[in-house]
């Protein structure tokens, strides 16, 4: 069994990242990263030196898996689906599942901390499973995954262990996949039905997937510096759109719908919510919608 798991992780190692770092809509030059030098790609000493210097900054325990006893035990199941490899304890990887699984019904994906350090998606999410998903249960199977990166929140860190990004790892190509996102993966293809839904929206299959991802300050100042210098290149900054909450990947426009209201409500306890528009250096909190269908949210989904 160690065996297996160690030529995983050396499978996760070798993933490929194929993000550009160089931006054409760049305002200005950020200063080189205090890791790596220009030019040269990280190799083993240099992820060792990011790694030792991540800290634990809070609790994943204690912030995220105790408010799993919030969920309505009569509608879910809370399963765990697996465990962080760098300490199983610390780490387990839990999702709130429809109890009374049926396979005439529509399935729904919604998952937070795909980004660890991403707080409101975590913490939206789990609010969501336990108040509006249990009056969705009645029309759709529901999965919630509230913490796919528990590392990644816990070290408030956009990266795994081993400066791999969980959020591009979900392809079809498993030499990509991270331990985090083969984890979600393996949970999905254990459910049943697992054929899409039809496109005239009627019978059982996976309609939608609502990924909840939160843009902060950080992102200019340290993920994204540290994403170029990763590859040997220097980061650009851009300005950070402030307050904005968006839904992409569809033709989805409801984005202050039953369904987002509780993920809105989450994130304006600590992040102020503005109109939309442009500020340099400021924070934006987005609802990233992934769905196989271009039918509005409403549409999809009705009122619960």
């Keep these: 069994m160690e065996s297996k798991q160690n030529a995983n992780q050396i499978r996760m190692s070798e993933a490929k990242d194929d993000w550009k770092p160089l931006r054409k809509m760049a305002s200005q ?3 080189k990263y205090r890791i ?3 030019g040269d790609p990280w190799g083993v000493a240099e992820k060792k030196e990011w790694l030792d210097q991540t800290t ?3 609790s994943y325990l204690e912030e995220v898996v105790t408010k799993y006893v919030k969920i309505d035990m009569n509608v879910f199941e809370v399963r765990q689906y697996g465990a962080l490899s760098t300490d199983p304890a610390a780490f387990p990887l839990l999702a709130a599942i429809s109890k009374d699984w049926d396979s ?4 729904v994906l919604v998952t937070g901390g795909v980004h660890g350090y991403e707080t409101s998606g975590v913490q939206g999410t789990l609010l969501f499973a336990a108040t509006t998903a249990v009056d969705y249960a ?3 199977n529901i999965v919630v995954c509230p913490c796919v990166s528990p590392w990644g929140y816990e ?3 956009r990266w795994n262990p081993i400066c791999l990004d969980p959020n591009r790892s979900f392809g079809p190509d498993e030499s990509t996949h991270t331990e985090e996102s083969a984890a979600v993966i393996k949970l999905l293809d254990s459910l049943e039905p697992r054929s899409n839904i039809s496109e005239g929206g009627v019978g059982g299959g996976w309609i939608c997937h609502l990924d909840c991802h939160e843009t902060t300050d950080t992102d200019e100042t340290e993920f994204m510096p540290a994403r170029a210098a990763l590859v040997g290149s220097v980061y650009k900054r851009c300005e ?3 307050g904005e909450r968006n839904v992409e990947r569809g033709v989805c426009v409801c984005v202050e719908s039953s369904y987002t209201k509780p993920f809105s409500v989450q994130v304006s306890s600590w992040l102020e919510i503005r109109p939309r528009q442009r500020r340099n250096g400021t924070r934006a909190s987005s609802l ?3 769905r196989s269908h271009t039918f509005a949210l409403e549409t999809a989904l009705g009122p619960s």
Aim: hydrophobic content about 25%.
């Design 29 to 31: 030059p950020a200063d």
């Design 36 to 38: 790596g030098e220009i």
């Design 56 to 58: 634990k900054k809070r």
């Design 104 to 107: 005439s019904k529509p399935c």
């Design 138 to 140: 009645k029309q759709f």
């Design 155 to 157: 070290r408030v860190e």
């Design 240 to 242: 950070i759109p402030d």
């Design 288 to 290: 990233r919608w992934r």
